[in-house]
């Protein structure tokens, strides 16, 4: 299992950018594959994006594509998501996590991960 601890989540205004942070602890990082997801209230848990454990591989959903991105930094157990023009309708609890087992047909499940962090709140003001 890997320990995964999220930061960087605030109020920010319509048009901003922030980058959250995803550190990890525990088993070798560079093994897992990383995703974020978001979860806004009365709403189920989506993804926004995912990393392969190389960090060759990036995938976006169309919500945030063209404005955001995902990396990760193996030597600091750090992943990182930037968004950028953030509107409103991105506020949300932002979750990091990790699989080492995950394909890439399901990358986009939330049960494909079996290690999570437990969220950042983002709130984007109008």
């Known amino acids: 299992q890997v320990q995964l601890v999220e930061s960087g989540g605030g109020l920010v205004q319509a048009g901003g950018s922030l980058r959250l942070s995803c550190i990890a602890s525990?088993?070798?990082?560079?093994?897992?594959?990383v995703a974020w997801f978001r979860q806004a209230p009365g709403k189920e848990r989506e993804y926004v994006a995912g990393?392969?454990?190389?960090?060759?591989?990036?995938y976006y959903a169309d919500s945030v594509k063209g404005r955001s991105t995902i990396s990760r930094d193996n030597n600091k157990n750090t992943a990182f998501l930037e968004i950028n023009t953030l509107k409103p309708e991105d506020t949300a609890v932002y979750y990091c996590?990790?699989?080492?087992?995950?394909?890439?047909?399901?990358?986009?499940?939330?049960?494909?991960?079996?290690?999570w962090g437990q969220g950042t709140q983002v709130t984007g003001s109008s």
């Open positions: 996590a990790a699989s080492s087992s995950v394909i890439t047909s399901s990358r986009r499940l939330a049960g494909a991960y079996a290690n």
């Open positions: 525990g088993r070798t990082f560079s093994t897992y594959a």
């Open positions: 990393l392969s454990r190389t960090g060759n591989y990036k």
